[in-house]
């Protein structure tokens, strides 16, 4: 808490809960919870990092945010001007307060989210610092714990924050292999890209009474599905009830019972095991300059919203009809083994040109029934699981796999919350960027945010040319930064989701030509191209060593944050 927010804080303040006027000081002492009803109040990160570790044993992290505007991002205000006032309000330079501690003397690394700054949004900036905080436990081989608070993905960066959440989970990957403990402790609100990746994909999940987490919003998900939610939906107590966190913990409980985990886990100076790949070295990362070249003219965008319709166009080729044109032998395979086989997602056995390999892509339909039968290619938690035991089948097989990126985004039902849909993308995140064997994406329709990315962490990304990839649909984005939905075309510019702009930003590797017109008015040309540069991308991946491949995969979603590197760190 800044000096000037302190000297402006009244004497008394009126809780949310049960509206009794409590004593500012008593409710301090109480750890900002209400001693009549017990309402956990959200705390800012200085003050969550002075209730959880040993007194001045707080670190900050060397490495400093660099503040960036990407991609030029204007609403009715220039992206630069919200992210003055939330560091002039907050006092903090970015969403998250990094850095070294003990807890009960046991050493750890900590990231600790602010809701307060620009609803605790994950950008370059707040990805970076989180990854790098991960990479100093995996240095000193300490735990890691990471205490959430996010509205999700932070649109004003684009599909360059939507990349963010691929970065931090390859960091908790290098743990896992390492052998190191990650904990995650979700507060109130986690939601979408944040609860799709790192708040999910720890070994140890806890949730703070009060704390609501998903990955859908209650609102969109009221909009999409017209039902009125359940009472308690998606509150630490749902979460528990559907096998979604490990524990609920009073926050007056939360330091103990870290403190609890982390001498379970051996605490501190656990001797750093052997992992199979090593972290990349760590560069002062920047945003992704342009291309030198920039993409042949004969693949320049159309506009950004007539892009969208393309994308979305019935006619357009879903992925059974690659299957059918593109690649050879398909034999389909079905089921995630735990209860359901998700028709929104369809994957199995093919041939390339004689090889054999694994390709997993969403489907939709071109008629109205098809759509509706494959939920119109919002794949369930249950089809990221099947999509997660066919890309394990494949690593194990030897098979190289493909998948085709063709989704809205994630289904946001109530079902899906219930059946863990932040965790099963999350996990299929933190598996990609583990997988051992070459992986190619194409997107071909539309790359809709965490849905997408859960098939998309790969060694080479391709794009059709008509496909937009976004961390947002431009419809979502509207009604949330503009004065109405009308503003979807306005947001679609902004969003900076064509193959070509994604090509300049790094995002996608090449972009796949369509014929004249789009895909939808000569398909099999299109399956010709998307045969000939899948072929392409893929036969240099298989003559890698796995071990150089999975390196070079990380690296290349390391390549998107901003954060400079401290005196210590720049020191190493
Ligand atoms: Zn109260």
Redesign the pocket.
Known sequence: MTATASAAEALWSR?G??A?LLYRKRLRRNLDV?P??G?HTRLAAPERVRQLVDPSSFQPLPDRAVEVDPIGFVDVLPYPHRLTAARADTGLAEAVLCGTATIGRFRCALAVMDFRFLGGSLGCAVGELITRTAEQALDAGVPLILVTASGGARMQEGALSLMQMATVSQAIAALREAGLLTVSVLTDPTYGGVAASFATCTDLVLAESGARMGFAGPRVIRQVTGRSLPDGFQTAEFLLRHGQVDMVVPRHALRARLVAVLAAAGGARRPRSGAPVHPPARPVARPPDPRPDPPPAEVAARDAWETVRLARHPRRPTTLDYLETAFDGFTELHGDRLGGDCPAIVGGLARLDGRHLMVIGHQKGHTSAELVTRNFGMATPAGHRKALRLMRLAARLGLPVVTLVDTPGADPGIDAEEHGQAAAIAENILALSMLPTPVVAVVTGEGGSGGALALAVADRVLMLQHAVYSVISPEGCAAILWPGRTAAPQAARALRLTAPDLCRLGIVDEVVPEPTGSAADDPEATARAVREAVLANLLPLLDVPIGALVQHRRRRFRRFGAARAGARAGAR
Do not use: L, Y
């Open positions: 809780c809960g049960c009794t209400c009549e009803c309402r």
